[in-house]
């Protein structure tokens, strides 16, 4: 079985995870639907931009929390500049893609708490997500070059874990 034939099998998951997050939650006594503020973003707001930037498709979708910290490009360009991630060496299976996405995934989480920052799977490559508030959508970071980018048009998306 190759390495992403598991996300097809998960995507068929995608649709009772996505009726249970459709329901309003509250954090703290706040109601949460949907919403953004400038601190902070539900995981149904990021969902939204997902769709937004994927355009069509259907992907599996996991949010361990129901809210998220913003994360400024600022703080993460900073970040990404004195991390040293994309230096390790890339050893196809033993440290691949979906490696170097998740290392930079626990390190951002380990500097700045629960933020918008994920993992992202699209076609058989494996990369950082990100929502910018400043540009109120998602993009995508690679984390074996630190390059952001849009997510790519035609691409199919498979899996998004915050």
Not at 16 to 37: A, F, H, M, Y
Not at 49 to 58: D, L
Not at 114 to 135: K, L, P, R
Request: aromatic share 14%; hydrophobic share 40%; charged share 35%.
């Amino acid at each position: 079985m190759k390495k992403f034939e598991i996300f097809k099998i998960l995507k068929v998951m995608a649709l009772p995870i996505d009726i249970l997050n459709k329901g309003l939650r509250t954090v703290r006594g706040q109601k949460l639907s949907g919403e953004k503020t400038e601190e902070w973003i539900d995981d149904e707001y990021f969902r939204t931009k997902c769709k937004e930037a994927f355009g069509t498709g259907q992907f599996l979708y996991l949010a361990p929390d129901p809210k998220f910290k913003i994360l400024s490009r600022r703080k993460l360009v900073r970040f990404l500049n004195k991390d040293k991630t994309e230096s390790a060496q890339y050893r196809k299976i033993i440290h691949d893609c979906d490696d170097f996405a998740w290392i930079l995934h626990g390190k951002i989480r380990e500097k700045f708490g629960s933020v918008a920052f994920g993992v992202c799977w699209y076609d058989e490559h494996a990369v950082n997500i990100w929502y910018s508030a400043e540009d109120d959508k998602v993009y995508l970071v690679e984390p074996q070059t630190d390059e952001i980018y849009s997510y790519p048009k035609g691409e199919k998306p498979l899996a998004v874990i915050l």
